[in-house]
């Protein structure tokens, strides 16, 4: 009941109509907002659920641009008789590589390249 009562005195306010159903997805989220908020600053949530947070809030989620990734995967490069896991992804095909394979350059030669 009170909703619908807020979602009259909204609409008299502001001039507009909304749905029912987004009038009360918005003060929704605009109730939880600052919680939500709150949480994402806990250094030992979860990533999953830090990423999650970041979608609700449509911020974009943590990158890969340093060849670290937080979910393991098997390495491309080894046969399926090692089985070798590893978070290390190449930074160009985003494939999973483990240490043997992976490849050290200076910078110099990476100017090279």
Known sequence: MSSINSQFIYEAN?????SRRKYLKSSAMSLIQPYIVRRREILTLLITMRNRIKKILKEPSESTE???HSVQGRCHFCSWKRNRKTKTQCV????YICR???TQFCPAC???K
């Open 66 to 68: 340093t060849g670290q």
């Open 110 to 112: 990476m100017e090279q």
């Open 92 to 95: 160009q095909c985003q494939k």
């Open 100 to 102: 043997e394979h992976t």
């Open 14 to 18: 502001t001039n507009s109509h909304m």
